[in-house]
């Protein structure tokens, strides 16, 4: 396996969010039963005309600036001739000649190292309608048909599968934040081909590829790619000849399983759409679309590193989608960003998670998060506490305060009665006390919850802790 180099492409097709199909005014969405967002042009009626969708192009436009591509300012689409069930015109409406992106880029970190995965072209097609097969029969639903995709595909450049992994990872990351698409794989609105060849080092000629189509997960194109390598070299390590050839990865089987060989470009007779006006971009148009970009996760991550967020935080963030737009919104306030990171990280997340609902679906408002974050920066409020009211303060319209009354809670943060309190503990727990100051740290823990219980458990713990280590390590010092 060590022995050859491994030359990988990859081609995502993503399912952009725009809210009509690219070429008629059906519904571009996703869940409904089958074949009701359809009309004429997504059978493919005879005598119906495409209309294009402008939304579809700015949204070609928006991905194109994000992946470093040019931008084809005269363009026009292509027929795509072949014959399948799931295609009732006969042919599929994509750009080939004159792409809406070209010669683009993505970077990516691997071991601290940052490598330019390079991008030959981004183009707009038609999605097909969905084939089911059962038994002895297959059905279509046209709710997909027309759905606007966007073909991202990479130069062959890839040398690792771990690379084209990074690389599709950032790939969702950058479509997901500029709202672009949304990459569910499950749904299918993110689909990864990869092709592969192998070849000895010290030999110069690319060798045939063979492309793995529809793999369901960003993890299985790794096991993927592998597999397919291992194969390849087999083949090649028994003089077997390898034809260009279309396979799928079996993930129960951990093999990958032929499915045609290989059409060359001819057999698709690309020719210009002739019911499709060329469409022309000006830099005022690509311009307006370029101000509109949000912050991407690369600028957001440095953005969380200024305001004291470690990497770990800024990664859970980011895969977070729904709680970094939330988290965003208070990067001009002043709060304390760390603790409140931690507070969507922690509690926030669990309880979103165990219902299966985002932070959108829940009565927290800006103002109480920001009451939040400083009761609990202040230490007004204990994690404990957190915990106790965190389902009032996500599931009720009703303010901290009277959330904070209504549950009783009144905690001890006056550091003068804090301070008697400890004194107290100490004066009565003299054998714990000798413990501790002899070294056996669990002393510390008993004499914590001594101060707790008479508190009521009311006492703030840090504080506590603080002012407890303080009086210790002074007795310490005096003896």
């Known amino acids: 396996m060590n022995n050859y180099l491994k030359t990988i492409g990859l081609e995502v097709h993503l399912e952009l969010k725009s809210k009509n199909k690219i070429f008629s005014s059906s519904i571009n969405g996703f869940g409904s039963s089958a074949n009701t967002l359809i009309n004429e042009i997504d059978l493919g009626y005879p005598g119906v005309l495409p209309i294009m969708n402008e939304e579809v192009i700015n949204l070609g436009i928006k991905a194109a600036i994000i992946l470093n591509c040019k931008i084809n300012k005269k363009m026009h689409f292509d027929r795509k001739n072949y014959f399948y069930p799931d295609?009732?015109?006969?042919?599929?409406?994509?750009?080939?000649?004159?792409?809406?992106?070209?010669?683009?880029?993505?970077?990516?970190?691997?071991?601290?190292?940052?490598?330019?995965?390079?991008?030959?072209?981004?183009?707009l097609e038609e999605d097909t309608a969905k084939s089911t097969h059962r038994q002895n029969e297959s059905l279509l639903d046209f709710n997909r048909a027309g759905v606007p995709l966007l073909e991202i595909v990479t130069k062959a450049c890839i040398d690792d599968p771990i690379d084209a992994k990074l690389y599709l990872e950032k790939l969702k990351e950058l479509m997901l934040y500029a709202d672009i698409s949304d990459c569910k794989m499950e749904e299918g609105s993110m689909r990864c081909d990869a092709n592969i060849s192998v070849r000895k080092k010290e030999q110069d000629k690319l060798n045939e590829k063979i492309e793995i189509k529809n793999i369901g997960s960003i993890s299985n194109v790794v096991l993927a790619l592998e597999q397919c390598a291992k194969e390849q070299i087999e083949m090649y390590e028994n003089n077997e000849s390898i034809r260009a050839q279309t396979r799928r990865f079996d993930d129960k089987l951990n093999k990958t399983v032929l499915m045609r060989y290989k059409e060359t470009v001819n057999d698709y007779r690309y020719f210009p759409e002739p019911d499709i006006p060329y469409v022309y971009l000006d830099d005022e148009r690509i311009e307006s679309i370029k101000k509109d970009i949000p912050l991407l996760p690369d600028e957001l991550r440095r953005i969380y590193h200024e305001k004291g967020l470690n990497d770990i935080s800024s990664n859970k963030l980011i895969n977070n989608l729904s709680l970094s737009k939330f988290f965003n919104s208070f990067l001009d306030?002043?709060?304390?960003?760390?603790?409140?990171?931690?507070?969507?990280?922690?509690?926030?997340?669990?309880?979103?998670?165990?219902?299966?609902?985002?932070?959108?679906?829940?009565?927290?408002?800006?103002?109480?998060?920001?009451?939040?974050?400083?009761?609990?920066?202040?230490?007004?409020?204990?994690?404990?506490?957190?915990?106790?009211?965190?389902?009032?303060?996500?599931?009720?319209?009703?303010?901290?305060?009277?959330?904070?009354?209504?549950?009783?809670?009144?905690?001890?943060?006056?550091?003068?009665?804090?301070?008697?309190?400890?004194?107290?503990?100490?004066?009565?727990?003299?054998?714990?006390?000798?413990?501790?100051?002899?070294?056996?740290?669990?002393?510390?823990?008993?004499?914590?919850?001594?101060?707790?219980?008479?508190?009521?458990?009311?006492?703030?713990?840090?504080?506590?802790?603080?002012?407890?280590?303080?009086?210790?390590?002074?007795k310490k010092k005096n003896n």
């Open 87 to 123: 295609l009732p015109k006969g042919y599929q409406i994509t750009q080939s000649r004159t792409p809406i992106g070209y010669d683009g880029y993505v970077e990516i970190e691997r071991d601290g190292e940052v490598k330019r995965i390079e991008i030959s072209d981004i183009h």
């Open 333 to 474: 306030e002043e709060i304390d960003l760390v603790t409140a990171s931690n507070l969507l990280l922690g509690d926030i997340a669990s309880y979103l998670n165990k219902l299966e609902i985002t932070i959108a679906d829940t009565k927290l408002t800006k103002d109480k998060f920001i009451s939040l974050v400083n009761k609990v920066s202040d230490n007004s409020l204990t994690s404990r506490n957190v915990k106790d009211i965190l389902e009032d303060v996500l599931e009720k319209d009703l303010s901290l305060e009277e959330i904070i009354k209504e549950k009783g809670i009144a905690n001890i943060t006056d550091s003068n009665e804090l301070s008697d309190l400890v004194d107290q503990v100490i004066s009565a727990n003299e054998a714990s006390v000798t413990d501790y100051l002899n070294g056996h740290d669990r002393a510390l823990k008993y004499l914590m919850g001594q101060i707790m219980k008479a508190s009521q458990g009311k006492a703030n713990p840090a504080m506590v802790n603080k002012i407890l280590i303080e009086k210790l390590q002074l």
